[in-house]
């Protein structure tokens, strides 16, 4: 494949690329666009930043109506449903850290795309080509978000008939979260070309979201070598944890996994989770041995009788953190 970087870019009109990207020219001034919205202008800066943007200089004209449209839409929404300025820089922030990975990712791709065709496809055509492909792409993730809405509805309202009033409102629920690890990814990369890199990492996030998706389990973020993932029952996180050491096993360029589960009540928040339970399943990963799966004492609990299980007790660990920690190395029942 043609090297990326053999491409003439500078062919391409930023302008021009900009119209077709934003679906319109940039017009208005920071101060102009707030204006016309209503907004609050210090507030609508705390809101461009919580998006992931620089702010503009004043008389830049760097904003489209598109931009002017979903400032409305804000202005909206402060007076109807987000009236909690905190909560608003919540809301800006997740959705920046979600799409801005997104929107790189794409972006990647589209250069490997026009390198793939350097003979055949000019960057002006190939800017263009994606340009068109916005609004089915744009259709598209719409889908997607709105079935991951409904999913995640459906086990909102499961999980709360289990809670009060004060959990529901602080955000905290009883989860399953489990680490999974490569073993030695820092040798394997120095080990292996660019290409088969990232033929690694394609791979391992293949692996990883099929089976945790089939597992009932949610993958919260990918960090590297390493993915996060959650389970509303520890059934479910356990299996998901052996189905992952079981496939890797069947994958020559995947280096062997170290996993550890924690169960608990873990604060959700911005698409994240944090707490107690996150931290001592981190730990339980770093000392598990390769190929291995360690649990903590409340998986324990609520897998000892499940006959699905094998556990056997292990030395107290002594990591960073926790002085004391109990742990259980987790097996099939069909490994005994």
């Known amino acids: 494949m ?19 990207i934003l679906g319109a020219p940039r017009e208005f001034t920071r101060d102009e666009l707030v204006a016309e919205a209503g907004l609050d202008p210090a507030e609508s800066g705390r809101l461009w930043r919580a998006l992931g943007f620089a702010d503009s200089a004043p008389d830049d004209r760097v904003y489209t109506r598109a931009d002017l449209a979903a400032a409305r839409t804000v202005a909206t929404l402060t007076r109807e449903w987000l009236p909690d300025d905190s909560a608003r820089e919540a809301i800006a922030r997740a959705v920046a850290q979600s799409l801005s990975r997104l929107a790189e990712w794409q972006i990647g791709m589209l250069a490997q795309v026009a390198a793939a065709h350097v003979g055949e496809l000019t960057p002006r055509a190939a800017a263009r080509l994606a340009a068109e492909v916005l609004p089915e792409l744009e259709s598209l993730q719409s889908y997607v978000w709105r079935r991951h809405l409904a999913a995640t509805a459906s086990r909102w309202v499961a999980g709360a008939q289990r809670l009060d009033a004060a959990d529901i409102a602080a955000d905290t629920w ?44 949610r993958i919260i973020k990918t960090v590297g070598d390493e993915i996060l993932y959650v389970t509303e029952h520890p059934a479910d996180a356990a299996a998901i944890a052996l189905g992952l050491r079981d496939r890797v096993r069947t994958e020559p360029s995947l280096p062997q996994l170290r996993i550890g589960i924690a169960h608990g009540m873990v604060l959700s928040r911005y698409g994240d989770v944090y707490g107690e339970v996150v931290n001592v399943a981190a730990r339980l990963t770093s000392e598990a041995r390769p190929d291995t799966v360690l649990v903590d004492r409340e998986m324990h609990e609520a897998l000892r009788d499940d006959p699905r299980f094998d556990l056997r007790r292990i030395a107290t660990l002594h990591t960073r953190g926790y002085t004391h920690l109990r742990a259980w190395a987790l097996r099939g029942a069909r490994e005994r």
Request: hydrophobic letters at 35%; zero cysteines.
């Open 174 to 217: 009883p989860l399953s979260v489990g680490f999974a690890d490569m073993v030695g990814f820092t040798r394997t990369t120095r080990r292996r070309t660019m290409d088969e890199l990232g033929e690694m990492i394609e791979r391992f996030g293949s692996v990883t979201t099929e089976v945790v998706a089939n597992g009932r389990g």
């Open 2 to 20: 043609p090297d990326p970087a053999s491409i003439d870019w500078s062919e391409i009109d930023g302008g021009l690329l900009d119209e077709f």
